[in-house]
């Protein structure tokens, strides 16, 4: 009995560490923010942050980059990598909307991520969850 016991506990742990990482591959991905700073005046706020994010699904190279633009742009702005693009949206007083675009091309495919994030005034490191992710295949 002892036996049997002990092969059912051990069965149940290999069983969860097999089970370990399909709960990670069920996370969201998401891209990390630091140093995120904004300046307003009477004619619009400007923004500057670094945001990086790993490699992801349909091949989605790394990324880190520095993103900076003005409110009233009212579009998403390239950053210094011009794969990515933010855009940031004053949702009333403290409160900023944060939206974020990765493009890339795989193979023959073009593809696109899309992530936001709404933020109090005074943060200055959070994670953009992707919220979208599209591609095109080309013949």
């Not at 630091?34 to 091949?59: H, M």
């Amino acid at each position: 009995m002892q036996l049997t016991t002990a092969a059912l506990a051990l069965l149940s742990s290999v069983a969860l560490i097999s089970a370990t990482p399909m709960i990670h591959a069920r996370d969201p991905q998401s891209w990390e923010v630091t140093g995120f700073e904004t300046g307003c005046s009477p004619g619009g706020c400007i923004y500057k942050f670094n945001i990086s994010g790993a490699a992801g699904p349909q091949n989605a190279p790394a990324f880190n980059t520095t993103c900076q633009g003005t409110d009233v742009a009212n579009r998403y702005q390239p950053c210094n990598d011009s794969s990515v693009s933010a855009n940031l949206i004053p949702l009333g007083s403290p409160i900023w909307g944060v939206q974020v675009k990765h493009e890339w091309t795989s193979g023959t495919g073009r593809f696109t991520a899309l992530g936001d994030v709404n933020i109090t005034a005074g943060t200055t490191s959070f994670r953009v969850p992707v919220t979208q992710q599209f591609g095109v295949a080309a013949d």
